[in-house]
C-alpha cells in the first residue's frame, strides 16, 4: 500500500515533467477551447450517470470528475505512426491534454479540500484561499530556488545528488499540498515535476524518475489497482453500469473536445478526429479513482467500472483513429500546424 502510494507521487511527478506548456501555447485557441469543455462534458455527463444510477449530488459529481482525465499518449503514437502528429490535429491534442491535466489534478484538489470541510460559504471561500496561496507560493518559491538549488546540489561530489533533490522537493510538495494547502498530496508532486521539468537538470531527472518509475514503484501501483479492484462488485447487474459508463466517456470527449475545437476554428473533421484522439484515458483517471476510493467517495462497482472503462477506451481509441485516416501517407495531407487561428 505505501509502495502503491509512492507510486502514485512519482507518477504524478513524471506527469508534470512531461507537461508541454510551450506546445499548448503553440495550439493556441482550440486546444485550450477543446481542453476545457473536454473537462466539462465528462464532468457532467459522468455525473448525470451516477445520480440516474442513485448516487447523491457529491457522489455523482465525482464520477463525472474520474471520466474527464485523458492520456493521449497512445493517441499521439497512433498519430505519428499516421505521421499527421505535426499537424492541427496532432498539436492541438497535445496542447488540449496539457490543459486537461492541469485543470483535472485542480478540481480534484478542490473537490477534496470541500468534501472535507463543512459546506457552509465561508468553510468553501477558505479551502479555497489556502489553495491559492498554496499554489502562489509552491510556484514562486519552486521557481526561484529550486533551478539555482540544483546548480548547487550538481557541483556537489554526491552520486545521484540531482535525484535525491528531486524526490526530496517531491516528497515535500506532496506534504505541503495536503498539511498546508487542504489540497490533494498527488497536486503537489505534480507541481514539482511541472516546475523542475522547466530546469537545466530536465534531462537527468526525467530518466531517473522514467527508471525508478516504470521499473519498479509504479508496476506495484497498477498490481495494487488490480487487487482493489472488485469484479464480484460488478455482477451481472452492475454490467450495464460499466458498459454506459464506457460509452459515456467516449462520447462526452468526443462531443466536449470536439465542440471546443471547432469554437476554435477546426473543421468538422479536425475537431472529431481531435475529440476522439482525447477520448483514452490512462493513469491520472486511474489515480483520480484511487483518490476517491479510499475517501469513500465512490464505491467498489463505480471503481470498476473505471477500471473497466480505462482498458476499454485505450483499446478503442487507436482503432477509431486509424479509421478517421483512411489516406495513405502519400497521399494528401492534412493543414499543417502553422495554420492554428490563435
Known sequence: ???????????MFVAGMEVDLEAMLKAGRPAVLAGVIGVIAPILLGGLQGWLSGFDLAHSAFIGLTLAATSVSISAQTLMELQVLRTRVGMGLLGAAVVDDVLVVLLLSVFMGVAAGSSSLLSVLWVLARMVVFLFLAIWLGRLVLP????????????????ALALAVTFLYAWAAEALGGMAAITGAFIAGLIFGRTPLREEIEHGMHTLAYAWLVPVFFVSIGLETNARALGVSGIPFALIMVVVAV???VIGCGLGARLGGFTNGEALRLGVGMSSRGEVGLIVATVGMSSGLIDDLVFA????MVLVTTLLTPIMLRALYPRPAGG???????????
Open 332 to 342: 494528401p495531407q492534412p493543414r499543417p500546424a502553422a495554420e492554428i487561428d490563435q
Open 148 to 163: 539555482r538549488l540544483g546548480a548547487l546540489v550538481e557541483r556537489l561530489p554526491i552520486s545521484e545528488g540531482v535525484m
Open 305 to 308: 467500472s473505471v477500471v473497466i
Open 1 to 11: 500500500s505505501y509502495l502503491a502510494h509512492l507510486g502514485v507521487l512519482i507518477l
Open 251 to 253: 462520447l462526452s470527449k
